[in-house]
């Protein structure tokens, strides 16, 4: 089968599935958007050596600036006519469309039809949500209007789809509300790939490079919007910055990391530091530098996004100090994980004695950090995950949903 994945972000999980899918026997191309410099990025390099596995950076002519109204919407519609070129060349049975902004996905799907290719809607974020939180912080009217015509556009696009993969149970309310057909939803929750992130000393290279590796380290790693609060961030370092107790270290890029790189100017670089996204192949060595792994999410935002560098947290084996709604799917995973302490996005008091709590409480921490690793490995096997998407692919053939795994359907 040919299947052509689109992740817009270049996350590293939706490569190690196109990774997957090839050892199944599928040729898979796999394509991302290399000019959004705002995500990190997977194993790409090194995932486009297999056999019948293809993965390119599409890139436009304009410059992408994310966070422009006047110009995001133009450069959304340029790469989507780019990914459009990119099916029209594959010719695939299947294709899969992962956090692709909706203007996008719209002429993706009709380049999808096009090819008879099948359509399968990955829904990562509740895009017109996304759009309704951002505006609504410019100006009231226009996050109405943007959000109406996004809600609209959305919807159609989901009804318009084969099949929608859901990677939360509030998504696939969402979307029953939205009256789309039960059938044609699935449940996946995301994962993060077990042998890319694995656990290590703290002592290792890239904490001694940054002379950290006999300090106690608070780290966020990732994409750091608005939607994630920096503030909290700027209040734990303010609070190390006084007590000298431990260091706050994020490895960042975003609206949010600028935020906190001008706010933080006169932070002592004992208590504070901020870098850019680090090389992903360093990613253990990075994240096993922490004593304790901070994610963070806006009580509005939890409703549309589920913050994926959790799952890479859980990977790592380290503590994790979240701050997000307790209805959010990242939050209800660490504490279904055991693996960390939840409080709550509104209260800067609760998120800096949390971190204290940390400090205090070694044995804690040693608890909270086996039983995320132990989560990872009981629920991110890549075969199960991959059985359960070819059962997706598959299942108008097999006369069966993605929730069953009927022994008669060959998943080869």
């Known amino acids: 089968m ?9 996350h590293p999980f939706q490569i190690q599935l196109s990774r997957e899918l090839v050892i199944r026997g599928h040729e ?51 790469y989507g006519m780019a990914v459009a070129e990119a099916v029209s060349r594959f010719k695939p049975d299947v294709v899969i469309s992962a956090n692709m902004p909706l203007d996008a996905q719209k002429i993706l799907l009709k380049a999808a039809r096009k090819h008879n290719a099948k359509f399968i809607y990955w829904l990562q974020d509740v895009y017109s949500m996304a759009v309704r939180f951002v505006l609504a912080r410019r100006q009231k009217i226009l996050a109405n209007i943007g959000g109406a015509y996004y809600e609209s556009l959305e ?12 990677i939360s149970d509030s998504f696939v309310d969402y979307v029953k509300d939205w009256g789309i057909e039960e059938e044609k939803i699935h449940l996946i929750e995301n994962w993060s790939p077990l042998d890319e992130i694995t656990p290590m000393s703290k002592d290792n290279p890239w904490a001694r490079e940054n002379g950290v590796a006999q300090k106690f380290c608070f780290m966020y790693s990732g994409t750091l919007g608005m939607k994630h609060r920096p503030e909290l961030l700027l209040c734990l370092a303010k609070h190390l910055d006084a007590t000298r107790e431990a260091i706050l270290i994020v490895n960042a890029a975003g609206a949010g990391a600028d935020w906190l790189r001008d706010q933080t100017k006169d932070i002592s670089p004992e208590a504070f530091r901020l870098h850019p996204f680090q090389p992903y192949e360093r990613l253990s060595e990075v994240m096993a530098t922490a004593d304790v792994l901070i994610a963070l999410l806006d009580s509005d935002a939890g409703k549309f996004a589920v913050p994926s560098k959790t799952l890479a947290y859980l ?29 709550s996005p509104d209260s800067p008091e609760d998120f800096v004695f949390a971190a204290r709590k940390f400090i205090d409480n070694p044995h804690e921490r040693a ?26 692919i598959r299942h108008d053939r097999c006369g069966q949903t993605a929730r069953l795994f009927p022994r008669d359907c060959e998943l080869d």
């Open 155 to 166: 919807k159609k696009l989901l009804r318009q789809s084969d099949s929608i993969v859901c």
């Open 28 to 78: 898979v191309e796999h394509v991302y958007f290399s000019g959004n410099l705002s995500t990190p990025k997977g194993a790409v390099e090194a995932a486009n050596t297999a056999h019948r596995l293809n993965i390119s950076g599409l890139n436009i002519k304009r410059a992408f600036e994310k966070h422009s109204i006047r110009s995001r919407r133009a450069a959304d519609i340029e």
């Open 315 to 343: 990977c790592a084996a380290r503590p994790i100090l979240m701050a997000a709604p307790n209805v959010n799917q990242a939050a209800k995973v660490i504490q279904a994980a055991k693996a960390g302490l939840l409080v």
């Open 2 to 10: 040919r299947i052509f994945v689109n992740e817009f972000c270049g």
């Open 367 to 392: 608890a909270y950090a086996k039983q995320a690793r132990a989560y990872a490995e009981r629920n991110f096997n890549i075969g199960h995950i991959a059985d359960r998407f070819l059962n997706l």
